[in-house]
């Protein structure tokens, strides 16, 4: 069940949502739901993708495991032109 909420919002960005929402035949209430869902989306990958880079770092201080520059730009090289390759395997 739909939740209400209140947003408040200056007289510019108002007036501009209403624009826009007339632009693309939507209604003003579209649009914000629209934002906040396509926000909400983004966001939630943003934070996923910063604890996979803190995990990872973590893994790498407690391992020392890894790849070289070269071999992740030889791997990356290969898959580039179309020859799909497993990963370079991780090493101290």
């Given amino acids: 069940m739909p939740t209400p909420v209140a947003v408040k ?9 209403k624009a826009l929402a007339e632009a693309r035949d939507r209604s003003p209430h579209w649009m914000m739901r629209e934002a906040i869902y396509q926000y909400i989306e983004r966001e939630e990958k943003r934070e ?10 973590e893994a790498y201080q407690e391992t020392g495991l890894h790849v ?3 071999e992740a730009d030889a791997w990356l090289a290969q898959l580039a032109a179309g020859d799909d390759q497993e990963p370079p395997e991780c090493h101290n």
Avoid: K, P, Y
Avoid at 10 to 15: E, G, I, R, T
């Fill in 9 to 17: 919002l200056d007289a510019d960005v108002h007036s501009r949502m």
């Fill in 48 to 57: 996923a993708f910063r604890r996979d880079g803190i995990r990872s770092w």
């Fill in 68 to 70: 070289t520059h070269a």
